[in-house]
């Protein structure tokens, strides 16, 4: 099946900085979600991005497909962004299978 | 408000028992999908269903059981055979559509075993 590696596994930020997280997969996708996880567990949806560039307030995403990438940006972090960070791909004929990555887990020090 | 809901939040069983974890959604989506979350890790599929009436074994499906007999509802049995069924499980919808779209959670259930 589809391999999606993210990294770094762990990210310590002092708030108001700003960072980079990867996610990588080893074929072609018919989609590509990003999530943020709680630290009640509940995932929420920040992008849909198969392709090209978002962005959503201080967040933004940019996947290049062909070269089978996916970057998400955090801009001047607040303790409100803390949680995880999943990458999750689709193939085309997969009918919404989500493949996740395992995570980048955020904490975002005052 | 339209969403998913599962129930209920926490879940004790003993070895040996069976326990039905419920999923409802009112978004109108055709697809559904149960996951699981071990500590660590990322999401992983026990069963979809692309419509009513009909599922479909994910990667981890050994252990479970699911039904879907109304769009609305997919309820996800943890039997006895599951070896090792604490995790957190995460239900989640889409709209059936093959160019894609966004998949949307329920807030999940832990699920422990004493």
């Known amino acids: 099946g589809i391999q999606v590696e993210q990294s770094p596994p762990d990210l310590i930020l002092q708030e108001g900085a700003n960072s980079t997280l990867r996610c990588n997969f080893s074929?072609?996708?018919?989609?590509l979600q990003w999530f943020h996880q709680n630290p009640w567990g509940q995932l929420i949806n920040l992008f849909y991005i198969p392709s090209g560039t978002k962005q959503n307030g201080r967040l933004s995403a940019t996947t290049v497909a062909t070269e089978r990438y996916s970057l998400l940006y955090i801009s001047s972090s607040q303790t409100t962004d803390s949680g995880v960070y999943f990458c999750?791909?689709?193939?085309?004929?997969?009918?919404?299978?989500?493949?996740f990555g395992a995570g980048t887990q955020v904490v975002v020090t005052p | 408000d339209g969403g998913i809901t599962q129930s209920p939040k926490y879940l004790f069983r003993k070895e040996g028992q069976n326990v039905t974890l419920s999923c409802e959604q009112n978004?109108?989506?055709?697809?559904m999908y149960w996951y699981r979350q071990d500590p660590g890790q990322g999401l992983r599929l026990i069963y979809y269903s692309q419509i009513v009436n009909d599922f479909q074994k994910g990667d981890i499906a050994e252990g479970y059981s699911v039904s879907r007999e109304k769009k609305e509802s997919f309820p996800l049995t943890v039997t006895s055979a599951q070896k090792n069924p604490t995790a957190f499980y995460l239900c989640?919808?889409?709209?059936?559509?093959?160019?894609?779209?966004?998949?949307?959670f329920g807030p999940g259930t832990r699920l422990t075993v004493l």
């Open positions: 989640a919808s889409k709209t059936r559509d093959r160019r894609g779209d966004t998949q949307y």
């Open positions: 978004l109108n989506h055709d697809a």
């Open positions: 074929d072609s996708v018919n989609n």
């Open positions: 999750a791909v689709e193939r085309g004929d997969s009918w919404g299978k989500l493949q």
